[in-house]
């Protein structure tokens, strides 16, 4: 398997570094590591390591820095990690390269001990595995799901307890084969992120393949994801908006690949998020914490966005023309 990694970094000079480090000690070697930097401050370390191609990137913002990488990378396979991962046991890119050879396959994923610090910072307190949970789960729009397939509101089934097909991956460890890559990045979500109004760039970038392609993945856990501060989260009500309203982004980009009316996914969207806010004025009336009082509002903004920001590129960011962007920091990135 002919194959590079691109990291997508962010103000993290130790993590990233490790990283390539851990990568140095593996069987089977990338051709090269593209590093695609959108820090503070350039990392003069990184452009001495011979194996390593370090590209500025101009935007902080993770789907336009994972096109430039995607731009500027050669072979067939690329392997899109995050910078703060941490390799576990398994020889990880034999194995994915044995499976590679075995299967037909646009994507391949693994099972990452994830330890978000999101997560542990917006506690719902629900209990999940209740019988009520799952009902009232199912009448608000959330239908059962078979491991890693997808929906509406980038709702989507757990990843499979065993190996299989799925139709997305989790965002910190992505392998593609390049040519699947093809029409997967979109200037509205680059938009997105730029105006810090999105999450799930994951999703929307993986299932654009595996709702086309068929995509594998392995459940035994290579990687640990650290619980470090997140570069999404500065307050509940801010984090709450991006995932609301992303949701019905995910929703028309779910919709397109599945080529069903974009009626339906509008329909499922504010009837999925009208019970959330019916729910999430319930929890804060009971529970009226700080938390439970801006993940509400949050809902609210999220809807507003709907009604005031359309997806697309002229009314989000009117004054930056995207493929002139690239195109700069590629050349930039080949000099």
Same mark, same amino acid.
């Not at 068929?214 to 290579?222: G, M």
């Given at each position: 398997?002919?194959?590079?990694?691109? =990291?997508?970094? !962010?103000? #993290?000079?130790?993590?990233? /570094?490790?990283?390539?480090?851990?990568?140095?000690?593996?069987?089977?070697?990338?051709?090269?590591?593209?590093?695609?930097?959108?820090?503070?401050?350039?990392?003069?370390?990184?452009?001495? =390591?011979?194996?390593?191609? +370090?590209?500025?990137?101009?935007?902080?913002?993770?789907?336009?820095?994972?096109?430039?990488?995607? &731009?500027?990378?050669?072979?067939?396979?690329?392997?899109?990690?995050?910078?703060?991962?941490?390799?576990? %046991?398994?020889?990880?890119? *034999?194995?994915?390269?044995?499976?590679?050879?075995?299967?037909?396959? @646009?994507? =391949?994923?693994?099972?990452?001990?994830?330890?978000?610090?999101?997560?542990?910072?917006?506690?719902?307190?629900?209990?999940?595995?209740? =019988?009520?949970?799952?009902?009232?789960?199912?009448?608000?729009?959330?239908?059962?799901?078979?491991?890693?397939?997808?929906?509406? @509101?980038?709702?989507?089934?757990?990843?499979?307890? %065993?190996?299989?097909n799925v139709q997305?991956?989790?965002?910190?460890?992505?392998?593609?084969?390049?040519?699947?890559?093809?029409?997967?990045?979109?200037?509205? &979500?680059?938009?997105?992120?730029?105006?810090?109004?999105?999450?799930?760039?994951?999703?929307?970038?993986?299932?654009?393949?595996?709702? #086309?392609?068929?995509?594998?993945? /392995?459940?035994?856990?290579?990687? *640990?994801?650290?619980?470090? %501060?997140?570069? +999404?989260?500065?307050?509940?009500?801010?984090?709450?908006?991006?995932?609301? !309203?992303?949701? /019905? !982004?995910?929703?028309?980009?779910?919709?397109?690949?599945?080529? $069903? $009316?974009?009626?339906?996914?509008?329909?499922?969207?504010?009837?999925?998020?009208?019970?959330?806010?019916?729910?999430?004025?319930?929890?804060?009336?009971?529970?009226?914490?700080?938390?439970?009082?801006?993940?509400?509002?949050?809902?609210?903004?999220? /809807?507003?966005?709907?009604?005031t920001k359309p997806?697309?590129?002229?009314?989000?960011?009117?004054?930056?023309?995207?493929?002139?962007?690239?195109?700069?920091?590629?050349?930039?990135?080949?000099?």
């Amino acid at each position: 398997m002919q194959f590079e990694v691109i =990291i997508c970094t !962010y103000n #993290r000079p130790i993590q990233v /570094l490790n990283l390539i480090n851990q990568i140095g000690t593996s069987s089977l070697l990338p051709s090269t590591i593209i590093v695609v930097d959108s820090s503070d401050e350039i990392n003069d370390e990184l452009p001495l =390591i011979p194996t390593v191609k +370090y590209v500025r990137s101009s935007h902080k913002n993770q789907p336009y820095q994972r096109c430039l990488g995607y &731009l500027l990378a050669t072979q067939e396979w690329i392997v899109f990690m995050d910078d703060d991962l941490v390799f576990l %046991e398994g020889d990880f890119f *034999r194995d994915i390269s044995e499976k590679i050879e075995k299967h037909d396959i @646009a994507g =391949i994923s693994v099972g990452i001990d994830y330890q978000s610090i999101i997560q542990k910072k917006v506690n719902t307190s629900y209990n999940s595995s209740t =019988i009520f949970f799952k009902v009232v789960n199912f009448l608000s729009g959330v239908p059962f799901r078979k491991p890693g397939q997808m929906y509406y @509101a980038g709702l989507a089934g757990s990843l499979p307890d %065993e190996e299989g097909n799925v139709q997305y991956f989790q965002g910190p460890l992505m392998v593609f084969k390049r040519a699947s890559l093809v029409n997967s990045f979109d200037f509205v &979500l680059f938009s997105l992120f730029e105006k810090h109004l999105a999450m799930g760039e994951d999703k929307a970038i993986s299932m654009s393949v595996g709702l #086309r392609n068929t995509l594998l993945y /392995l459940p035994k856990k290579y990687f *640990r994801h650290p619980p470090l %501060e997140s570069h +999404y989260f500065s307050d509940f009500q801010s984090f709450q908006r991006k995932i609301g !309203y992303s949701r /019905l !982004y995910l929703s028309l980009v779910y919709a397109r690949l599945k080529n $069903k $009316k974009i009626f339906w996914a509008y329909l499922h969207y504010y009837y999925f998020t009208s019970w959330r806010i019916l729910i999430g004025l319930g929890r804060m009336l009971m529970r009226p914490s700080k938390q439970n009082i801006q993940l509400f509002k949050g809902h609210i903004d999220a /809807l507003f966005l709907t009604f005031t920001k359309p997806f697309n590129v002229e009314s989000l960011t009117p004054n930056i023309d995207w493929q002139k962007e690239l195109d700069d920091d590629i050349s930039c990135g080949r000099q």
